[in-house]
């Protein structure tokens, strides 16, 4: 018998809070049961930062870039691009006006800024010590101006759940997330669980996992993490 007919499929939310929230409250309208345990603890740095020039162009590649930034600066009237819409979103609600979603990943940050932001442009990226330095180094070879500075760190979460096997699914949003649950669950076979990457580099940094069933998001963002999901479960349920 298919127990996904009979009982909500248990997922695991691996993703850092607050946001974490509101992603499983999302999952629940689908009809599955989540169960947040985040894969990485999400700390601001505490030192001082001076704030980028005026006129520099902000880089932010997720939520926390800018939640760190908007509480050490006041200032609001930099030009913002963003990784994704969920990221420009945050920006419009932290008191950002100037804002513009790459709606993709890192190679989208850098097309978007070839296309849009003159060379001469000094561009900062608000990031933390654990991101790859991969954006600024090709914005460089592109002839810009462009640097980093760390606001926050992730740190790998202690508190994670001992057992895989209870979740039919665990979603992993981050390269550095897919390494701390990889390493947490090992390559041991894990029957019955399926494994939800919000992108095909996340998927990658899982590495040899135990899994016996890896989804990838066609799009990295949460709409896309749903529409997987949802075909996913429809599948598992016989509907299709």
Same mark, same amino acid.
């Given at each position: 018998m298919n127990k996904f007919q009979n009982?909500?499929? #248990?997922?695991? *939310? %691996? @993703?850092s809070l607050p946001r974490a929230e #509101? #992603?499983? =409250? @999302?999952?629940?309208?689908?009809?599955?049961?989540? *169960?947040?345990?985040?894969?990485?603890k999400i700390e601001t740095l505490p030192d001082e930062r001076e704030l980028p020039p005026s006129g520099t162009v902000l880089i932010f590649t997720s939520r926390h870039g800018v939640s760190a930034f908007s509480g050490k600066h006041d200032a609001r009237e930099?030009? /913002? *691009? +963003?990784? !994704?819409?969920? $990221?420009a979103s945050l920006a419009r609600e932290k008191g950002f006006y100037k804002v513009s =979603?790459? @709606? !993709?990943?890192?190679?989208? *940050?850098?097309?978007?800024?070839?296309?849009? /932001?003159?060379? =001469? #442009?000094?561009?900062?990226? +608000? $990031? !933390?010590?654990?991101?790859?330095? %991969?954006?600024?180094? %090709?914005?460089?070879?592109? !002839?810009?101006?462009?640097?980093?500075?760390?606001?926050?760190? =992730?740190?790998?979460? %202690?508190?994670?759940?001992?057992?895989?096997g209870g979740f039919d699914y665990i979603t992993v949003y981050s390269p550095m997330a897919a390494r701390v649950i990889s390493a947490h669950l090992g390559s041991s076979p894990i029957a019955g669980t399926t494994i939800l990457s919000i992108s095909e580099t996340t998927d990658t940094a899982l590495g040899r996992i135990g899994t016996e069933r890896r989804l990838v998001a066609k799009a990295p963002n949460q709409d896309a993490m749903e529409e997987a999901l949802r075909l996913d479960l429809q599948i598992r349920k016989g509907l299709s």
């Open positions: 009982m909500p499929p #248990t997922i695991w *939310v %691996s @993703q #509101t #992603t499983a =409250s @999302q999952f629940r309208l689908i009809g599955v049961e989540p *169960v947040i345990a985040p894969a990485l930099f030009e /913002v *691009v +963003c990784v !994704g819409d969920a $990221t =979603s790459a @709606q !993709g990943d890192a190679k989208d *940050v850098i097309a978007w800024i070839k296309k849009t /932001v003159p060379d =001469s #442009t000094y561009i900062m990226h +608000c $990031t !933390g010590p654990h991101a790859g330095r %991969s954006i600024i180094e %090709s914005l460089r070879q592109l !002839g810009y101006k462009a640097d980093w500075k760390d606001y926050y760190i =992730s740190k790998p979460h %202690s508190n994670l759940p001992l057992k895989a």
